[in-house]
């Protein structure tokens, strides 16, 4: 049976979400930095901040690197662009690539090549001759690392799937005859401090969805999106702007007009129960599925402003 209305009080908990495995990786990636000659770090572009792991930022200081904003095609053209250029304008080499379609994918390995070219002339004078550019390829769960891989050699040898945590443990790969790279599991850092980083998380689903709250979760991001991306809402559940506009003046708690929108679209979806009552977590599941695979449209939750 659904909840009543008045029962529903959306505040979602802070999370603390490290698994063992993540601080044995932290240590391997330590030791394994020795080794290499620069680093490739993956950020999703719709959260660049929130994707971005702060013990990694300290781990490779001093290590040359190449920012990568993966899944463009799920962002906000206009945004991915503007993060491009604040990276840039901060002395970082940033690139934008789409790994399900293989754009952007050649311009990271040139420009591994172009930031290693002085180093690899000095590898010639040494004689060391055939000594291939050493990189790491790092990044949370969930950004897209095995697309990403999958596409830079040019084949299936990673396993890939929707859901964090599916690289299990470290490989080198063969790029081409310049450049080998290694591979690494995603990895988180112990507590999340803030807890807008921890929401944008949970919605790309770098969070396994099994240890959250999926409505409370919809809810956060259907009220971002009914802030944001309200036309986007709208034309995919077929619900007018005027409607949402109604609901959303009607003088009652913020949480009740956007459960209330939340609802309908449970209804438009033919998320039904017995009774005839809106199933609240098929609803969410379904929000969410949907900000995730690109049905609800390019959408940066992370918007970069000056």
């Avoid at 603390?16 to 930095?33: F, N, Q, V």
Wanted: glycine content about 6%; charged content about 30%; aromatic content about 6%.
């Amino acid at each position: 049976m659904a909840e009543n209305k008045e029962e529903k009080n959306f505040r979602p908990a802070r999370f603390s979400w490290y698994p063992g495995h993540m601080a044995k990786t932290k240590r391997e990636i330590t030791e394994d930095l020795k080794l290499i000659d620069i680093v490739v770090e993956l950020l999703d572009s719709r959260i660049p901040l929130s994707s971005q792991n702060p013990d990694i930022v300290e781990l490779t200081k001093g290590k040359k690197k190449i920012i990568v904003l993966n899944k463009t095609d799920l962002a906000d053209e206009a945004q991915n662009k503007a993060w491009k250029n604040h990276f840039n304008q901060n002395g970082q080499v940033c690139i934008l690539t789409d790994s399900n379609l293989g754009k952007g994918i050649n311009d990271v390995t040139k420009a591994i090549e172009d930031i290693m070219k002085d180093d690899l002339a000095k590898f010639v004078e040494k004689g060391r001759t055939g000594r291939k550019i050493k990189a790491m390829i790092l990044g949370i769960p969930n950004v897209g690392k095995s697309s990403f891989i999958n596409r830079i050699v040019k084949t299936n040898r990673l396993e890939v799937g929707n859901r964090p945590g599916v690289t299990k443990k470290k490989q080198w790969i063969s790029i081409n005859e310049k450049i080998n790279l290694l591979d690494t599991p995603g990895v988180l850092w112990p507590k999340f401090e803030d807890e807008k980083t921890a929401l944008n998380l949970a919605f790309t689903g770098t969070i396994k969805d099994d240890v959250l709250e999926q409505t409370e979760i919809a809810y956060q991001l259907l009220k971002f999106l009914l802030e944001n991306y309200r036309q986007n809402v709208a034309e995919r559940y077929k619900i007018s702007l005027e409607y949402i506009e109604k609901v959303l003046e009607q003088d009652q708690p913020e949480n009740f007009n956007i459960y209330e929108i939340m609802q309908e679209i449970g209804k438009k979806r033919g998320a039904i129960i017995s009774g005839g009552d809106v199933d609240d977590e098929k609803t969410a599941k379904i929000i969410l599925d949907d900000f995730r695979s690109g049905r609800l449209g390019r959408i940066t939750i992370e918007a970069w402003t000056k």
